[in-house]
């Protein structure tokens, strides 16, 4: 059983920042491509972004392209979702995933964390 942690979630103003971060065994951590996920209120869960095994190579969704960049660290055992210029639209609670490849993170994740709450005012 693998277990993600989230943090760094909170209430920020519209056009400021976050970093949010997931952290899991090292062991486990290095050997898996790791995923964002978002969901509104209302609203079905949404790819945001997923990073390589190596954190090589990155891949965002077109919503959060060029405002969001993810990062992982496998020395430190975690992986980050750097958010900018964030926007309202943006609110939405966020849950790191894991997968053993690109695919399976992006599509069918092995792992999920609990998820935290991410709120933009206007």
């Known amino acids: 059983q693998v277990q993600l942690v989230e943090s760094g979630g909170g209430l920020v103003q519209a056009g400021g920042s976050l970093r949010l971060a997931c952290t899991t065994s090292?062991?486990?951590?290095?050997?898996?491509?790791m995923g964002w996920f978002r969901q509104a209120p209302g609203k079905e869960r949404e790819f945001v972004a997923r990073?390589?095994?190596?954190?090589?190579?990155?891949y965002y969704a077109d919503s959060v392209k060029g405002r969001f960049t993810i990062s992982k660290y496998n020395a430190k055992n975690i992986v980050y979702l750097e958010m900018n210029s964030l926007k309202p639209e943006d609110t939405a609670v966020y849950f790191c995933?894991?997968?053993?490849?690109?695919?399976?993170?992006?599509?069918?994740?092995?792992?999920w964390g609990q998820g935290t709450q991410v709120t933009v005012s206007s």
């Open positions: 990073v390589s095994w190596s954190g090589s190579g990155e």
């Open positions: 090292k062991r486990t951590f290095s050997n898996y491509f």
């Open positions: 995933a894991a997968g053993r490849s690109q695919d399976i993170v992006t599509t069918t994740p092995m792992y």
